[in-house]
């Protein structure tokens, strides 16, 4: 266990961390806002061409291009199709784990194998005139079958990479299904659907490029709305063949990502290709449009859970069986499903486990990863399968967690499934969350509705999770802390926020630690020719790395701060007192005579001043944990589902900024429950998306969402100094299976056992239609 | 994103707009708020070459009591619509239909006519105004005619408007002091109304209006019969589908479109004091 | 074609096609990029500016359209110095996070709270209907409004 430091050599003041701190960000977002790629004015950029795409409008088949009415046209600067980049090597794999196989191409290279697949790059002096000029390319479409559902693909039956020899991308299993169930005097088993969802941040994608210099000299500089700069610096570098410093990688202020922008796109390295070729800086600003389908989708697992126990309730065996729709081209959706495996048991101390997990390609828009990647998914499946059990054998579903849950002092352990959970109190957060939800009067009342024939049908439900940060391996982060000649302070991290908070929150960790006040404090994040290394934001990573980085490198500073004090008083530096309340050091016994930061690090060098990288290394993945309570109403005519009441516990350890900790709570929250009750990415059966723009896709607006009730609840772990895990995800986690086994509870005493997400108004009213005719 | 390019035109006045129609024909597009034309504008699905840009005719903005008869200038915006003190009294559903129009953006450029002039199926405005039994004022070279608001959309996006004419006003019988109704269902607050239906009373007689339930905003006569013949309102909304056709899509099917129809028909005429 | 408008109470004459947006002219012309676009349906509302003081996604506006009248941007909010009480409740309710629906989620409440000064939180979500936000949940943003209306 990783012990925090103990420092008698300093004088402590009341620290910061804990308290609700103002962000320092806000400022600038409130008056001039933020600024995002579009927003960029660099001088570089000045006179850039703009590129608008030419993208598929079927979902698989052979294509020919003619550009020539397009190349004809005014204001055109080229026209470029996949023919014209047939001397790059293939663009690399988004991931290690994707067979190169199944990599996708610079550009459509004769076959297109989704709707909005990039067939043709416009690149055009203004902006306006890259959608006129993109109409002029005519694309000649010979329809091939369409592989849209992943049942159908996972018969292999129609290959879409017959090089590969199957659709399948990648499984993998734990556990094993013989005699699983033996002994099991209930066996329940329901297939769910955890449905296709886009992650739409509010900023869609944008890029902008420059290459200066020549010859082996020439550099990159590309700014793009990415959440890791040094990553995305490191496959650009790859994709063109330039070592990694020749790229000089800037994330601006980014609008949101939610996973999807972790890494680069291919329309990313295209601009990089584009600029250098035609030797011009170069933007790319796509529409709302061809994000819905560019950026790639969510979740998109088909799932069969089968859980069996005894009568008492006991929960025994368990089995997942997840079929992932990778999309296209396999990227991080293809892979989550190793997450899901690893999260499958949730809170359960079941005794009998098996998981298996196939993810096949498809004829859609890739699957990345979104707010939760994998984890949801498990969540969601064990919170269904734990509601649809004691509907089974009749149990309060409280009553089945409570007796399936691992106990406060079970820790720590290692699951059935083989991941080691650190620190957790399930039963804690979920007594905390009933009691803060009022459970027994929501049952109350959903009795007293019952009895009176009320058509406002109340529904209550619950989930208990677990989910894993920071993973699966243990994580590293770097920082360096500068200590200036006149005493301010620039961290600079690794992570990358786009909203999180960090400029605040790891101004706060520094501040605690060297007594400079946080207005003294500056955060650098997300430029790679700044920043030495890093690994970006995302998996919850960033506090309990890069802020446990930022700790120890101030506490690195201090240690490095009182040598060289030592040296200014003519003392040894074990004499030396930092005296926080006065930013100040003094021997020992004489706290007059005070030398404060700015000295000490002018002393270092006179005109950088104390500089100190550090890299942490975690001990491992960390998993917080909480318990969501969900109040629906039914209008038992209409099916229409309305969200009443949302009262959670998401433990995410001690907190640092609770200011900014209840925002990623909150914000989780509505992103979980917005799948449960809104959101879908659906394709017809030829592949045609029928929501690709936010009339058409039920992004929930503050008059769909109530006020949610947080609880606070604190459990550290022991595997970083800060005691913290991740909060990011955990609300969206926990959120999705509550809201569903809410809309199930409000029908079940019609006969309902299982209604699928989103759990539309139609949808409702079918079931209740099914359940009332016995077909369920 | 981008409109496809186009020559603007502004028109100031029912004069100006004439004069430009007439030049330009077919060629040319009414813009009114700019709400339901530009989006289209916008996915490139309308590519008018030339836009007449009517937003700011203030002669064709008013509402006006003509004595029993409740005159409103086709430019009145919504928002306007939703707090004139003359509309609530007059016409109150008509009043409600324009505050739920799209969302406080939408409502502060969209005006009345344009929404009629759509012809959109889903629409409120046009809903409302069909249980209202209003008239549609056109007026053209030729001179001016009323047309009846259930004669006026021929289909979906279309009306019986002539390329050189212009909707200015719309007219509707006062319905002070009448009971009314208004049920929508939506998915979101924002959602054009997966099924809505409007229920004006007049006396003794009920004026039932379906949203999004056919190709044009239509009555449902059905129900209006049979609560003519007697029939008691939960009775007579089970036959609120009955002659349409409506759309099944990615909101909602046909038959669970019948099945809103039926339910928010029982509903408005509760609300309507039946 | 020319048109002149007054942005943040400075005259502005351009030279624009006339399919320009007004949300393109803030931007590219003037260099006014607080306001942002989000989507191409008029559905999310982060274009939103007050157009003569009241509210109007800028997107679905023809830059034409404003020819001679008034707009006001985040940037025209404060007074040099003196915030908006609707900038001060979204930073005192910790009302944004990644900052790109903000621009206009505060000139949607601007105008929300000018005609109507002492809303009901139902009143907020009502309002806000056509402003979306992914990071927020909403839950500050509403307390944001509502603490800029007391």
């Known amino acids: 266990m990783a012990q925090r430091a103990v420092h008698a050599t300093c004088s402590r003041t009341v620290s910061i961390l804990g308290t609700r701190v103002m962000r320092v960000e806000d400022p600038k977002f409130l008056t001039t806002g933020g600024v995002y790629v579009d927003d960029l004015r660099d001088p570089r950029l000045a006179g850039a061409a703009h590129v608008t795409y030419v993208r598929s409008v079927m979902a698989h088949a052979r294509v020919t291009v003619d550009v020539s009415a397009a190349a004809a046209a005014d204001g055109v600067v080229a026209v470029v199709t996949g023919a014209d980049l047939a001397d790059l090597a293939p663009p690399p794999v988004p991931l290690g784990f994707i067979p190169p196989a199944l990599g996708r191409p610079w550009l459509a290279n004769g076959v297109v194998r989704y709707v909005g697949e990039p067939i043709a790059a416009i690149v055009t002096e203004s902006r306006y005139a890259g959608e006129d000029i993109a109409e002029l390319v005519s694309v000649d479409y010979e329809p091939l079958p369409a592989v849209v559902d992943p049942r159908a693909s996972a018969t292999d039956e129609t290959l879409l990479f017959p090089d590969h020899g199957t659709n399948t991308a990648l499984a993998f299993e734990a556990g094993s299904l013989d005699g699983l169930f033996d002994g099991c005097e209930v066996v329940v088993t329901q297939q769910i659907t955890n449905q296709r969802v886009a992650p739409v941040p509010l900023e869609v994608r944008g890029t902008a490029c420059v290459w200066e210099g020549d010859g082996d000299d020439a550099r990159l500089t590309l700014w793009a709305s990415t959440q890791s700069p040094h990553g995305a610096r490191d496959q650009i570098a790859t994709a063109l063949s330039l070592p990694p410093e020749r790229v000089h990688f800037i994330a601006p202020d980014v609008g949101g990502g939610f996973g999807a922008k972790f890494g680069v796109s291919i329309e990313d390295l295209l601009l990089a290709v584009l600029s250098q070729r035609l030797n011009r800086p170069m933007r790319w600003t796509e529409t709302r449009t061809e994000n819905m389908l560019g950026m790639g989708h969510g979740r998109a697992q088909l799932q069969t859970i089968t859980i069996g126990g005894s009568r008492d309730g006991r929960i025994t065996a368990y089995s997942l069986d997840v079929l992932q729709d990778s999309g296209a081209y396999p990227h991080f959706g293809a892979v989550l499903p190793f997450m899901t495996q690893m999260m499958a048991t949730g809170t359960y101390d079941i005794e009998k486990i098996a998981v298996r997990t196939k993810s096949v390609v498809t004829n859609t828009a890739p699957v990345v990863a979104y707010r939760g990647a994998g984890r949801p998914e498990a969540t969601a499946a064990i919170e269904r399968a734990v509601d649809l059990f004691a509907a089974e054998i009749g149990l309060d579903p409280v009553e089945v967690r409570r007796r399936n849950l691992f106990a406060k002092d079970a820790f720590p352990l290692t699951t059935q499934v083989g991941a080691a959970y650190d620190s957790g109190d399930y039963v804690g957060a979920l007594d905390a969350v009933l009691a803060a939800a009022g459970y027994d009067e929501l049952r109350a009342e959903q009795r007293r509705r019952r009895e009176a024939g009320d058509n406002r049908l109340l529904g209550i439900g619950l989930s208990s999770y677990v989910e894993i940060t920071a993973g699966p391996e243990a994580g590293t982060e770097f920082a360096r802390i500068n200590v200036k000649p006149d005493g301010s302070v620039v961290v600079y991290t690794g992570t990358s926020p786009h909203g999180q908070g960090h400029a605040t929150s790891f101004a706060m960790l520094a501040a605690d630690e060297l007594g400079v006040p946080i207005e003294r404090i500056t955060v650098v994040h997300g430029d790679t020719d700044l920043v030495a290394r890093g690994g970006g934001t995302g998996g919850s990573r960033s506090l309990q790395l890069g802020g446990a980085a930022v700790h120890q490198g101030a506490l690195e500073t201090v240690d490095r701060a009182r040598e060289l004090a030592g040296d200014l008083f003519e003392a040894a530096a074990g004499d030396i007192v930092l005296d926080k309340a006065r930013g100040g050091f003094h021997v020992a016994g004489s706290p007059d005579d005070v030398r404060g930061w700015a000295e000490v690090a002018a002393s270092a060098d006179a005109e950088h001043g104390l500089i100190v990288d550090t890299d942490f290394t975690a001990e491992g993945a960390t998993f917080p944990f909480g318990a969501h309570v969900a109040a629906v109403e039914v209008d038992a005519e209409t099916g229409k589902v309305t969200l009443v009441s949302m009262t959670t516990v998401d433990d995410a350890g001690p907190v640092i900024n609770p200011v900014v900790v209840e925002g990623q709570r909150h914000g989780g929250i509505a992103q979980g429950v917005a799948q449960a009750l809104f959101e879908e990415v659906r394709y017809d059966e030829d592949g045609n998306p029928q929501s690709t723009n936010l009339a058409d896709y039920a992004f929930p607006s503050a008059a769909e969402l109530p006020d949610f009730t947080l609880v606070d609840m604190a459990t550290p772990s022991p595997l970083n100094p800060l005691g913290v895990k991740g909060i990011g995800e955990a609300g969206t986690i926990g959120a999705t299976p509550a809201v569903q086994n809410a809309v199930v509870d409000a029908v079940a005493h019609l006969g309902v056992r299982h209604i699928e997400m989103p759990t539309t108004a139609e949808r409702v009213w079918r079931a209740i239609q099914d359940a009332g005719k016995g077909t369920k | ?274 | 074609m020319n048109l002149t408008v007054t942005v943040n109470g400075t005259a502005h004459t351009v030279d624009v096609e006339d399919r320009t947006l007004l949300v393109h002219l803030l931007r590219d012309q003037l260099d006014l990029t607080a306001t942002n676009i989000g989507c191409d349906t008029t559905s999310c509302g982060a274009c939103t500016v007050l157009l003569d003081g009241e509210s109007v996604k800028s997107c679905t506006v023809l830059a034409a359209s404003v020819d001679g009248r008034s707009v006001t941007t985040l940037e025209g909010l404060a007074e040099g110095e003196r915030w908006h009480r609707v900038q001060e409740g979204f930073r005192s309710m910790h009302g944004l996070q990644c900052g790109f629906c903000t621009p206009g989620m505060v000139m949607a409440a601007v105008s929300l709270l000018d005609e109507n000064p002492s809303p009901t939180a139902d009143e907020v979500r009502q309002g806000l209907e056509g402003n979306l936000c992914r990071c927020t949940g909403y839950h500050n943003i509403v307390a944001a409004i509502l603490e800029a209306a007391k």
């Open chain 2, 1 to 274: 994103m981008i409109p496809a390019p186009f020559d603007y035109v502004r028109a100031d006045s029912y004069d100006a707009a004439a004069a430009a129609l007439g030049e330009h024909g077919d060629e040319a597009k009414l813009l009114a708020g700019g709400q339901s034309l530009l989006p289209l504008m916008k996915l490139r699905l309308a590519t008018p070459a030339i836009v007449v840009d009517v937003s700011r005719a203030s002669d064709l903005s008013y509402v006006r009591d003509d004595g029993g008869v409740l005159a409103i200038g086709a430019l009145t915006r919504h928002c306007d619509l939703a707090r004139s003190a003359d509309v609530t009294a007059h016409a109150p559903l008509l009043a409600h239909a324009a505050g739920s129009v799209g969302d406080p953006q939408v409502r502060h450029r969209g005006t009345i006519g344009g929404s009629v002039a759509h012809a959109d199926p889903s629409a409120d405005i046009p809903t409302a105004l069909l249980a209202l039994g209003a008239s549609y004022v056109v007026r053209g070279p030729g001179g001016s005619r009323e047309v009846a608001a259930a004669d006026f959309s021929t289909g979906f996006l279309e009306t019986v408007l002539a390329p050189d004419e212009m909707l200015v006003e719309i007219r509707l019988p006062s319905a002070r002091g009448e009971t009314w109704g208004y049920e929508k269902f939506t998915r979101r607050a924002i959602d054009w109304a997966t099924v809505a239906v409007a229920v004006q009373n007049r006396g003794a007689e009920t004026s039932v209006a379906l949203a999004n339930m056919g190709s044009t905003v239509l009555r449902a006569t059905a129900t209006e019969a049979a609560l003519a013949s007697g029939a008691g309102a939960a009775d007579a909304a089970a036959h609120a589908d009955e002659g349409a056709e409506p759309a099944g899509d990615v909101t909602a099917s046909a038959d669970f479109r019948r099945h809103l129809a039926r339910v928010l028909t029982k509903r408005a005429l509760a609300a309507a004091g039946r």
